[in-house]
């Protein structure tokens, strides 16, 4: 068993598709994920950027985790498995300094997010930017009802 996780870990670290290392070591996609999910060790980075991007999205079992990524790099800063204003504030207080954190000029993410009342908590000096995606889908949204 030891030896079939190192395997898939491997081919998973190649980025194959789950169903594609499936096929190879003979057993179905779920169990390929599910040794995936269990294995993955993602460590934060090590310094926070100063601009970020918050959102969150659907993970197992209908579940909404969170994600942090770097604004301009697009690298993963954190991908925590609920979207929860505790889990979210304890992460980046464990993981980082409170002048790692000062750092932080600015926050984007979505209009609805419940995180926005932590982010001047962990990032005293981060501006919350609105992105443009969703201002746009607002906008679309309220145009289609007044066309209705």
Do not use: W
């Not at 598709?17 to 779920?30: D, E, F, N």
């Not at 999205?57 to 979207?83: E, K, P, V, Y």
């Not at 992460?91 to 932080?104: E, K």
């Not at 419940?114 to 990032?123: D, L, N, R, S």
């Amino acid at each position: 068993a030891a030896h079939m996780t190192e395997r898939i870990m491997k081919l998973a670290h190649e980025r194959l598709p789950v169903k594609t290392i499936a096929r190879i070591i003979g057993i179905s996609a779920s169990s390929v994920q599910r040794i995936i999910d269990q294995n993955l060790k993602l460590r934060p980075a090590r310094r926070l950027p100063t601009r970020l991007c918050f959102d969150e999205l659907r993970s197992t079992h209908g579940m909404m985790s969170f994600i942090c990524l770097d604004a301009d790099s697009h690298r993963l800063i954190a991908l925590l498995g609920d979207r929860f204003n505790r889990t979210i504030k304890n992460f980046f207080i464990a993981h980082y300094s409170l002048a790692d954190r000062t750092r932080v000029q600015m926050v984007t993410m979505d209009m609805g997010a419940a995180y926005q009342t932590i982010i001047h908590e962990v990032f005293p000096k981060a501006q919350v930017v609105i992105d443009r995606f969703h201002i746009i889908q607002l906008a679309a949204r309220a145009l289609d009802q007044v066309r209705v």
